[in-house]
């Protein structure tokens, strides 16, 4: 799949198979994980085999099961942490779609396995990425009217619209796609609307329109 079928193809799974990743998904995931990290400078790192904090009653309620496989998005303490978690966890989501796995974005319903990764002084776990064999393929999202989340003076360039083509297929908390994106000349601004996971969201989008808009076609404001 071209990266435009990749985002329509990925849907939020929160019920997986009792199946083995293969070790060379493992290293593919891994590789992707080292290269975003020496990137971004983030502490990500990939939880395997590991049943507990998707076994408790937080998970239940969010009706998760079969979680044994989680991508856990660590940094340091700052205001672009939740922004950048966003977009190199989106990258991640996308090429795990691409390895023929599902996942599903998980802000609350977890329980925190200090066992399992690390978190050294001054960063923060931010968001936990579930990672596995789905039952199903999930459902598409609902989506806003395009022209709610964007502030383009007429004629809209052809890049922009793809851009935001991809971010409609961008998975937000609680579906509320609260953000907006403009654009003066070739700068595009993303602006994050108020509430929980807004920031996590808007680097989700922010990624999903470079991928739709190509990034030769604009600078980000």
């Not at 795990?96 to 990764?117: D, E, H, I, P, R």
């Not at 936990?128 to 022209?147: C, D, F, W």
């Not at 709610?148 to 297929?169: C, Q, S, T």
Request: proline share 3%; net charge positive.
């Amino acid at each position: 799949m071209d990266i435009l079928e990749t985002m329509k193809a990925r849907h939020s799974v929160r019920q997986y198979k009792d199946t083995a990743l293969t070790k060379e998904i493992l290293a593919a995931v891994q590789e992707e994980i080292i290269s975003c990290n020496r990137e971004s400078g983030l502490h990500i790192q990939l939880v395997e085999d590991e049943p507990k904090a998707f076994d408790g009653f937080m998970a239940r309620y969010g009706k998760f099961s079969g979680v044994k496989n989680y991508i856990v998005m660590i940094g340091k303490k700052g205001a672009d942490l939740e922004e950048k978690c966003g977009y190199y966890g989106e990258r991640l989501v996308l090429l795990a779609q691409q390895l023929g796995l599902n996942t599903c974005w998980v802000a609350m319903t977890y329980s925190k396995v200090k066992t399992a990764f690390t978190v050294r002084a001054g960063e923060k776990l931010c968001v936990v990425i579930a990672l596995g064999y789905g039952k199903t393929q999930g459902v598409p999202h609902k989506s806003k009217p395009v022209e709610d989340i964007m502030n383009v003076r007429v004629p809209i360039p052809e890049w922009f619209k793809n851009g935001m083509e991809a971010v409609l297929l961008a998975p937000t908390a609680l579906n509320q796609q609260k953000f907006s994106f403009s654009l003066e000349g070739d700068e595009v601004s993303g602006v994050a609307g108020k509430g929980f996971y807004t920031k996590i969201d808007l680097g989700i989008a922010k990624y999903h329109f470079e991928l739709g808009a190509g990034k030769e076609n604009f600078r980000w404001k």
